[in-house]
């Protein structure tokens, strides 16, 4: 008998285990049963009671009950949650976890809850995921936190904030206890000043808003502190705006100097009021269009270099496309610009149609790749990946196009034909080809800003009017011809742009740059930065 006595001891051991097991889902399903049981009124306080359970699946049980998924079958009452699987719901039983087969939505009652069960939901969430081994896990429940302010979640909170190790998780748990002090009617005034002094470091608007709202329901040095706070944070974030709006201004900078560098050479070197410029900028954001389609059909992980294989092509395309408007069109009206303006007109409109031929007149969507795709914050700046890579891009282009400029023998023809197209021509310098691969550059040049404008803009037929009146406003301000100047040029208009629109509108603000320049012409009609050469005196 006492050999028999350890499995006798592991027997019971065993037993209490199952015991304690069935103890624990008794104690979940009669949670989750007064969960699908009452009115809305009696769910808040079984939200309540299932996160303050601890049980494991409690958690995404509430994440179901706030996306729409928690049901009840009917047939047997049991709680299951449904996730959409063609036209039926596949079923997992809520208290367990195991799958419970699938049925259509009218086998179900949706349980279901209002704006306030919500907002419950996640502060009970955020208090169940505080203790998560998942960093980020553990971020956003302190973010949910803070922006609910739920004084119930204030135990769990203290707990995981003398736990937490991570540096930025701390720092956030402890600004969702101050936003929850500060909500408290019945904290002491010493920790809602300490409160208030974490929520002023911290420095954004959601601080701003609680420390007004305390600043109009506190008297005395709690009410002093809370608006001397709300002053200061209010001063840094209009110097923030003020930040923002200079970024989003070289961002616009940034876009204006892609769509216009090509149309600063043609015009600069060769007189051409070229109207049809913004259509290779278009033609250059289809070939990108064109390039993903085919990359998504025949070898999809190659996606996220799909720009990088746009470019060149893009560049290819409208430059071709360019040389053969300047040999067919363009070389027979020199010196006549009006007439370019009006032919080169008339061929923007017959481009345009060409593409609503074989395109369609519809917007057509170019995907962003990943490395292009989400955005950071640099204090309170908030800068997308995308619109810097298109900066650093146009930098890129511009910086080549400096290089080409000086450092090759095209470049060295260029400047020679713009400065005295009589006397290079008299030196050997063959003009008309010069003249033909000078507007097949600035052509290619609008095709790579196409490919750049896809990623911001709409991709369709009249995706290259949008540009190509600041693209010449831009042109004449910095100097006709002058590449430096286009830069300044485009940057600055675009920043004139960012200020002027939250008081004047987009349109009215566009109308009062162009007073401005036509003004500015009047003073110096040649622009910023006049080129210098005998032709252009």
Do not use: C
């Not at 009452?38 to 808040?44: A, I, K, T, V």
């Not at 040095?221 to 944070?233: D, L």
């Not at 008299?426 to 095709?447: E, K, N, Y």
Request: hydrophobic content about 55%.
């Amino acid at each position: 008998m006492l050999r028999l006595r350890p499995f006798s001891v592991l027997l019971s051991v065993l037993a209490s285990l199952a015991l304690a097991g069935a103890a624990l889902a008794a104690d979940l399903a009669t949670l989750v049963g007064n969960l699908t049981s009452g009115g809305l009124s009696d769910r808040e306080a079984a939200i309540t009671a299932l996160a303050a359970s601890g049980e494991e699946r409690a958690a995404p049980i509430l994440e179901a009950l706030a996306a729409g998924q928690l049901y009840v079958r009917t047939s047997d009452k049991v709680a299951v949650i449904g996730k959409a699987d063609g036209n039926k719901l596949a079923l997992t039983e809520a208290v367990s976890g195991k799958p419970a087969g699938s049925a259509v939505e009218a086998d179900l009652d949706r349980v279901r809850v209002n704006n306030r069960l919500r907002g419950t939901i996640e502060a009970a969430v955020g208090s169940l995921t505080l203790m998560s081994p998942n960093s980020n896990v553990r971020l956003n429940a302190a973010d949910a936190l803070f922006k609910r302010r739920d004084a119930t979640a204030l135990p769990a909170l203290d707990q995981a904030l003398a736990a937490e190790k991570d540096a930025r998780v701390k720092r956030a748990m402890s600004e969702a206890r101050a936003a929850i002090v500060l909500a408290a009617a019945d904290t002491p005034p010493a920790q809602k000043l300490a409160a208030i002094a974490l929520l002023k470091d911290r420095g954004d608007r959601d601080s701003l808003g609680i420390l007004n709202t305390v600043a109009s329901s506190s008297d005395g040095e709690v009410k002093a502190a809370a608006a001397a706070a709300a002053t200061s944070i209010d001063q840094a974030l209009a110097a923030w705006q003020m930040a923002q709006n200079v970024w989003y201004g070289i961002s616009l900078g940034s876009v204006l100097l892609l769509a216009a560098i090509g149309l600063a050479i043609t015009f600069g070197t060769m007189g051409v009021i070229n109207m049809a410029h913004g259509e290779m900028v278009m033609i250059g954001a289809y070939t990108t269009f064109v390039v993903q389609e085919i990359i998504r059909t025949s070898a999809p992980h190659l996606f996220d270099v799909s720009l990088v294989i746009a470019l060149p092509l893009a560049f290819v395309v409208s430059g071709a496309i360019g040389i053969l408007i300047e040999r067919t069109i363009i070389r027979f009206l020199y010196g006549r610009p009006l007439d370019t303006l009006l032919a080169t007109w008339g061929l923007s409109l017959v481009l345009q149609q060409a593409v609503r031929s074989i395109f369609g007149s519809s917007n057509r969507e170019v995907g962003a790749p990943s490395w292009m795709s989400g955005a950071f914050q640099l204090g309170q700046l908030n800068i997308t990946y995308g619109r810097l890579w298109i900066v650093v891009f146009a930098l890129i282009v511009f910086a080549s196009l400096i290089l080409l400029l000086r450092k090759t023998p095209l470049g060295l023809y260029m400047r020679a034909v713009t400065q005295n197209r009589p006397m290079a021509a008299a030196v050997g310098i063959r003009t008309p080809r010069v003249d033909a691969l000078t507007f097949g550059l600035g052509s290619g040049i609008a095709g790579l800003a196409g490919v750049a404008l896809s990623q911001i803009d709409n991709v369709s037929p009249n995706l290259g009017q949008g540009y190509i009146i600041d693209s010449f406003m831009v042109v004449v301000f910095g100097g006709v011809g002058n590449l430096f100047g286009t830069l300044i040029g485009a940057l600055t208009l675009g920043v004139v742009n960012k200020f002027l629109e939250p008081y004047a509108g987009a349109v009215l603000g566009k109308i009062l740059v162009l007073v401005f320049i036509i003004l500015f012409i009047q003073r110096r009609p040649r622009g910023l930065f006049a080129l210098k050469g005998r032709s252009v005196e």
